[in-house]
T-cell receptor, first 106, second 120 residues
Framework: DIQMTQSPSTLSASVGDEVTITCRAS??????LAWYQQKPGKAPELLIY???NLERGVPRRFSGGGSGTEFTLTISSLQPDDFAIYYC????????FGQGTKLEIK | QVQLVESGGGVVQPGRSLRLSCAVS????????MHWVRQAPGKALECVAV????????YYVESVKGRFTISRDNPKNTLFLQMNNLRAEDTAVYYC?????????????WGQGTLVIVAS
């Protein structure tokens, strides 16, 4: 199974900051990586697929990058609505998720 | 618009069974693979079962093999997850999710989830 490791587990930031979350795969997954945002009591929502493709309707302050085993999600100019938990997911071989990164208000 | 609505969750004793359903609308169901993804309380997401668009192939995570069965009724636009011999560690919110590119896919639409609690 492909293991996904996110860092950091928790990230404290302020409105207007730029933040980056990292996701590492245990083996190469090419660009088969997605990012999701999840708020309490809700289903996850797709932000980015194929490492860097923004899902329709997602604000452009979200961006993704990377390939192979290391990937990033960057949120520029944080908005109040962005404080949530973020998950990466590999879909090179079926599907596995990272453990999540909680983005909290500093 | 695309909708996925899960049902069938509840409280069940260890060793018992439960059948989850996911009724979909707003898209051509028989063109998409579907996945069940679960989330234990305070934990990360885990894909537990996958079914090809036509039901011809299925995949299960190791921890549920032999106990869970995924199936679909394409004419009725419904996905199922039969869960037998339930264990405490199966306690989770179960989501059905649409997989636009097949067995290995991201998920572009999710249901609202149904809670399964396995406890005596």
């Amino acid at each position: 199974d492909i293991q996904m490791t996110q860092s950091p587990s928790t990230l404290s930031a302020s409105v207007g900051d730029e933040v980056t979350i990292t996701c590492r795969a245990s083996q190469s997954i090419d660009g088969w990586l997605a990012w999701y945002q999840q708020k309490p009591g809700k289903a996850p929502e797709l932000l980015i697929y194929k490492a860097s493709n923004l899902e329709r309707g997602v604000p452009r302050r979200f961006s993704g990058g990377g390939s192979g085993t290391e990937f990033t999600l960057t949120i520029s100019s944080l908005q109040p609505d962005d404080f949530a938990i973020y998950y990466c997911q590999q879909y090179h071989t079926y599907s596995t998720f990272g453990q999540g990164t909680k983005l909290e208000i500093k | 618009q695309v909708q996925l609505v899960e049902s069938g969750g509840g409280v069940v004793q260890p060793g018992r069974s439960l059948r989850l359903s996911c009724a979909v609308s707003g898209f051509i169901f028989n063109r998409y693979a579907m996945h069940w993804v679960r989330q234990a309380p305070g934990k990360a997401l885990e894909c537990v079962a996958v079914i090809w668009y036509d039901g011809s192939n299925k995949y299960y995570v190791e921890s549920v093999k032999g106990r869970f069965t995924i199936s679909r009724d394409n004419p009725k636009n419904t996905l199922f997850l039969q869960m037998n011999n339930l264990r405490a560690e199966d306690t989770a919110v179960y989501y059905c999710a649409r997989a636009p590119i097949g067995s290995g896919s991201y998920y572009d639409y999710w249901g609202q989830g149904t809670l399964v609690i396995v406890a005596s």
